[in-house]
Structure formats: C-alpha cells, structure tokens
C-alpha cells in the first residue's frame, strides 16, 4: 500500500481531502502503485473500455489518436501526476479516446470504478473536484467547436490544430497528407505547403514526409 499522504494529495481530484478519509481509502481500495517500464507495446488502446479511474503518479506517456477517417494520427505527451480521460469514466461511451504508451519508466495507480462509486463517490470534496474537472473539459470543448473569427488561412490552420491538440501541452506530433489537412480546414494544397513551410523556417515546426512535428503547440497558437 502506498503509504504517501502527501504522493496522495498531489493526485488530480484527490487535493483537499482529508488525511482520515485517505487512510480509509487506501485500507478498502488497496492504493498499489505499479511500477512499469518504458515500453512500445501500449498500455491503454483506443476504443478500450473506461472501467477504472488511472493516474499517472510519475512519468511520462506517448498518447496517439486516430482519427475515425483514418486519415491523420495525432501525437503528444502527458506527464505525471495526471488523471488519464477523467471524462471517460461516464456517460454514452465510455471508451478511452486515445492510445497511450509508456514513453519512460513510470508509475501508475488504478482503480476501479465499482470502488470508485461504493467510496470516493461519499466525500463531497471528491464529487466537486470531479465535478469541476468534467464542467472544465465540456467548457474546454465547446470553446473549441467555435468558429474560427479569422477568415485567414493561417488563422483557420490554427483554429484546426487547437481543436484537435486541446489539452495538449509542449511538442506534439500530426501524421496527415497535405491534401487532407487542406480539405479540413476548405484550402489548396499548396496554400498549406507555403504556411507550413513558413513556420519551418520561423523555428515553430520540423516539417517531414507526410507528417509535421510542432515544437511547442501552446506557443504557436498564440503567435
């Protein structure tokens, strides 16, 4: 058992809940952490079913979706501690969205989402938490799903690329044909060659065969 009170408090949706309602917990739940190597097997697939609350305590994972057309995959990094597709647990489908890896060696807490509801669910300072945790990544989302109010090329390519890196952090990576990104954001696809090309030579991205990596996606939405 884990034995950390203060490894505990630093966990998304566990700050602020107090020391004797841990200790309880971690007696019912059996609070192990997992220690796993970096591996390129994948620890979650996407599309798997969301049947336990994770943490990632230490670390870091490669996460990869696929978009359902099949025709980009989009790539980024999540760093512990963080709760992995909080948003999941419920709802109409609760399926993980993404694939993840374990990119270093890391540490990982589950657990189930029976336990969650017979335990956790009894605190009033874990339902806000939570509570706050989903109303910010349905308000994250639709803030996203606006429209862009740049009619600029440049502008909608951006708009595209915080949709679908929300939440994402530092460098990231889009496997896409420069056709199809052109067709999702209604441009040619040489208009999208020179943007690309334009943000190579400005140091923002390293631009590859059919895929492109952004070096830090949060800086170049805001340029």
């Given at each position: 058992?884990?034995?950390?009170y203060a490894l505990l408090t630093r966990l998304p949706l566990l700050q602020g809940i107090s020391s004797t309602d841990l200790l309880n917990w971690e007696d019912a739940l059996r609070l192990d952490i997992d220690e796993l190597p970096a591996s390129k097997l994948p620890l979650i697939r996407q599309g798997d079913n969301c049947?336990?609350?994770?943490?990632?305590?230490?670390g870091e994972l490669l996460r990869e979706y696929r978009s359902e057309d099949g025709n980009y995959v989009m790539r980024s990094y999540l760093k512990g501690p963080s709760v992995i597709e909080v948003d999941r647990l419920f709802g109409l489908y609760p399926t993980y969205e993404n694939t993840y890896y374990a990119k270093t060696d890391i540490k990982f807490l589950s657990i189930r989402k029976t336990l969650l509801n017979s335990h956790m669910m009894k605190s009033e300072v874990f339902r806000l938490n939570l509570l706050n945790a989903l109303s910010a990544c349905a308000q994250k989302r639709a803030i996203a799903l606006f429209p862009s109010q740049s009619g600029t090329a440049e502008e909608r390519l951006k708009?595209?690329?915080g949709i679908i890196f929300l939440d994402c952090e530092g460098e990231v990576e889009l496997i896409i044909q420069m056709k199809d990104l052109a067709r999702y954001i209604d441009e040619t696809r040489l208009t999208i060659s020179h943007l690309l090309n334009k943000w190579e030579r400005e140091g923002s991205i390293h631009l590859g065969r059919g895929h492109f990596i952004i070096h830090n996606i949060q800086t170049l939405l805001k340029k």
């Open positions: 058992m884990i034995n950390d049947t336990q609350l994770l943490y990632l305590v230490e708009h595209f690329l």
